[in-house]
């Protein structure tokens, strides 16, 4: 038998011995104490753990928003543990959307100016950037809504805003900070599913989560405690 390819598949993203301490004058704290992880590209993996266990703290090294102090970070074989903060904003850019708890959207830009802002960073031109934020909205069943600021809008249809500026830039990654923290579970429904079916469209989607039934919804389950991983299950389905 000949063997066509025995490189093991790498996966989009890979975390070694990853630590990260926080220093606060004289005191330290070690948020994470050495994560080894693999996530292959189309994943949907849920991270779970109690409050305090250090989700947001992997979710800034995994998005490129914090360095680790020690380990490797390896994001679609590129290592970007030792990239400077500039080329950082360029991956993050590129490869990574981002949906937060408190949607982070600017009230003073209706919802598609907050929808085109990574394609402003990115460099599209005015007209694409307007196209692909309108579609965007559309995609996430706000088409009629694109001229709204958030505060004229409900928490489920600004966090739905959140995630069209998520996919806006088609990232391979998008990375989810207890998106449904702060919604109704209509909201949440509705939210969980553009998950859904932006990975049934190829993309990998990291959820972080301290909620059980929402971590079901992907496909893998990886538990945090204290900074350590301390379970890795497939679940659900899938
Ligand atoms: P989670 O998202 O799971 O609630 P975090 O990653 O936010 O947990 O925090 C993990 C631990 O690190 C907590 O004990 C928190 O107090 C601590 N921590 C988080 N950010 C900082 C910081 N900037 N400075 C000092 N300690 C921090
Ligand atoms: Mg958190």
């Known amino acids: 038998m000949t063997a066509v390819d025995e490189t093991p598949i790498a996966g989009v ?82 490869r990574i959307g981002f949906v937060f708890q408190q949607f982070n959207l600017l009230a003073s830009l209706p919802a598609w100016r907050n929808v085109e802002l990574p394609l402003v960073y990115a460099g599209t031109s005015k007209a694409e950037r307007r196209a692909r934020a309108v579609a965007a909205l559309e995609r996430v069943g706000l088409g009629d809504r694109v ?33 449904t923290g702060n919604l109704d579970s209509e909201s949440t429904e509705a939210v969980l599913g553009l998950l859904d079916e932006l990975h049934l469209s190829g993309r990998t989607i990291v959820l972080i989560t301290h909620e059980h039934e929402v971590a079901a919804r992907a496909g893998r389950n990886l538990t945090i405690k204290d900074g ?11």
Do not use: W
Not at 23 to 47: H, K, N, P, Q, T
Not at 228 to 238: M, S
């Open 147 to 179: 001229e709204n600021r958030p505060g004229e809008l409900s928490g489920g249809q600004q966090q739905r805003v959140a995630v069209a500026r998520a996919l806006v830039t088609e990232p391979d990654i998008i990375l989810a900070d207890e998106p």
């Open 228 to 238: 350590l991983i301390t379970a890795d299950a497939l679940v659900g389905a899938q």
């Open 13 to 94: 993203v890979e975390l070694h011995g990853i630590r990260k301490v926080y220093r606060s004058g004289s005191i330290e704290f070690e948020a994470l104490r050495g994560i080894d992880m693999s996530i292959g590209g189309g994943e949907y993996v849920a991270v779970i753990g109690p409050s305090g266990s250090g989700k947001s703290t992997l979710m800034n090294i995994l998005g490129c928003l914090d360095v680790p102090t020690e380990g490797q970070y390896l994001l679609g074989g590129e290592d970007v543990s030792t990239m400077s903060e500039a080329q950082l904003a360029v991956v993050r850019n590129k």
